[in-house]
């Protein structure tokens, strides 16, 4: 396993992991603290989680898209 070379760069652009992150911050209030969910709508966690689906859509640079006949070494090797 190879750790990301730039990942302090990548971290601070990760939109994705901090939208999925405040949903399951919000789901847990909102089911813990029952007084809270008088202030939070109950459809937030689902806005958030289609926000974070957005934004890994959209961050997802072309060169990633992987290659169907393209097999992993790992796979190949057996």
Known sequence: MQLIPNARAIAKRAWSLR?????AA?????NVVPFVSDWLPWWLTIVLLAGAWGARLIAQPEKEV????????????G
Do not use: G, K, S
Request: aromatic share 0%; glycine share 0%.
């Open 26 to 30: 919000a789901d847990l209030i909102l």
């Open 66 to 77: 992987a290659n169907a006949n393209q097999q992993d070494p790992a796979v190949e090797a």
């Open 19 to 23: 939208l999925i992150e405040i949903a």
